[in-house]
Each structure stands twice: as structure tokens, then as C-alpha cells.
């Protein structure tokens, strides 16, 4: 029985989590390393993030600096940026490559504020799915005459309450991300 609650509380806690790295990905008014992290590299041959071929830092708030570990690799950096989704203009200084994000404008802002919205609900929706397997788990063991049918009702009252918790743990990161994207 333990181990179902178990099972399905990682489960929907992996789920908050994998929801907050997709947030980490979506562009705010600030630089952040992370938006990089989709972005492959042709690395003697091999696709590799530039995380891996590069050190990234911020230096400032809307910029970031690539400092590639090979500097024969500076063009093919900036041509898998340049080649992205990310719609940043690359600035290559011989050394290092610079990515300036100038601030977004609010149409812009309201669009990757719905783009969190969807995402959490993503989230959300990975949740009840934990919880409709965890419960159909509980059933057959009732079924199986393993529990009661008392201990599934309280099995499946304990299940609905960890749903609820990490939904409105979604809900709180989803608030803390759009409150980012708007800020100016």
C-alpha cells in the first residue's frame, strides 16, 4: 500500500520538477543560461549542447557570454545559434560569442505567459495521471482482497491529497514564472 503512495508521490514531485526545467527554458526579460540548453552543437561530429563545448555565464542581465573550452569552435557555436528558434543575433569578438536580449515587448510577454500557462497545465495533467494509476493500482488490490475496502477509501482520500498538493506546487511555480515573463 506504502508503496504506491510512494511510487505516486515521486512520480507527481518528478513531474513539478520536469515542469520547472521546461519553465527554466522560456525566455524572460532576463538572460539565463538555460534557454541554451535545446541548442545543439556539431562538435567534431557529434551533436552536443553547448553547455558541454562552452563555458556560458551571465554577465549581465540581458546578455549572455559563451566562452567556447575550443576556440577553433566560436563559428559553429554561432552558427547553431544563429540557425535556433532562440531569435537572438549572435555577436562573435574572436573569443568568445555574446547573445544581448533586448527587452521584450508586451505582446511578446503575453504570449510566452500563455505558453506557462499550457505548460503547467501539462504538468497538471501528468499529475492526475499519476493519481488515476495510483488509484486503479489501489482497486485491484482491493479487488485482489489485499485491502479493504475501508483502506481504499482512505488510500485513495491520502492519494487525492498529494494530487492536490503538487498541482498547487505547479500552480505556485506557474505564478512565479509568469510574474518573470511580465516584468519589465
Not at 551571465?58 to 567556447?68: A, F, G, K, T
Request: charged share 30%; net charge negative.
Amino acid at each position: 500500500m506504502s508503496e504506491v503512495l510512494n511510487e505516486a508521490e515521486r512520480k507527481m514531485k518528478s513531474a513539478v520538477e520536469a515542469t520547472v526545467h521546461d519553465f527554466g527554458r522560456i525566455r524572460t526579460g532576463r538572460a539565463s543560461a538555460q534557454i541554451l540548453e535545446p541548442i545543439m552543437v556539431d562538435y567534431y561530429g557529434t551533436p552536443t549542447p553547448i553547455t558541454q563545448c562552452a563555458n556560458v555565464s551571465v554577465p549581465e542581465p540581458r546578455q549572455i557570454l559563451i566562452s567556447p573550452y575550443d576556440k577553433s569552435m566560436t563559428g559553429a557555436i554561432e552558427r547553431a545559434i544563429q540557425n535556433s528558434d532562440l531569435g537572438i543575433n549572435p555577436n562573435n569578438d574572436g573569443t568568445g560569442i555574446r547573445l544581448n536580449f533586448p527587452p521584450m515587448t508586451e505582446e511578446r510577454r503575453k504570449d510566452l505567459s500563455k505558453e506557462v500557462a499550457k505548460r503547467a497545465e501539462e504538468g497538471i495533467i501528468a499529475i492526475r495521471n499519476v493519481r488515476h494509476h495510483a488509484i486503479n493500482e489501489l482497486r485491484e488490490m482491493q479487488k485482489n482482497k489485499e485491502i479493504t475496502e475501508d483502506d481504499l477509501k482512505g488510500l485513495e482520500k491520502r492519494v487525492q491529497d498529494l494530487t492536490d498538493k503538487y498541482v498547487a506546487k505547479t500552480h505556485e511555480v506557474q505564478k512565479v514564472k509568469e510574474a518573470e515573463v511580465m516584468e519589465i
